[in-house]
């Protein structure tokens, strides 16, 4: 038999570990499993909504989902000036942009429901 086997590595007694993290009670993880499954739940849920903003009074509207893809952009044709194609890019990036805030803004929020009255150590 090799010289070692057979005996507990050094450092535990008995064969047997300690107790884990000190400090860290069993109400505490069954805490943190429950805001870790309600998260994913939310996270799930949100990447399924849609959000939609508009831009130049309307008249150019964009959507996206909670995962920020584009989805849907309209925009009227009256916005559609040869001369200004600089002005209705503005808007379209300026609709999108709002969209895709509104998205986070509601992930936020939701999230921070979540993690409201816990007292996390970080």
Known sequence: M?????RPPMGRKGGKMGMGM?????????Q???????MEKTQAEL?????TATAGGGVVSATVDG?????????????VDPDDVEMLQDMVIAAVNEAIRAAMDDMSASMGKITSGMNLPF
């Open 32 to 38: 943190a499993q429950k805001m870790q499954a309600d």
């Open 67 to 79: 995962k920020h893809t584009l989805k849907a952009l309209t925009i009227d044709p009256e916005a």
């Open 22 to 30: 000190p400090g860290l009670n069993m109400d505490m993880i069954k």
């Open 2 to 6: 090799a010289k070692g086997y057979g």
């Open 47 to 51: 990447q399924e909504k849609e959000y």
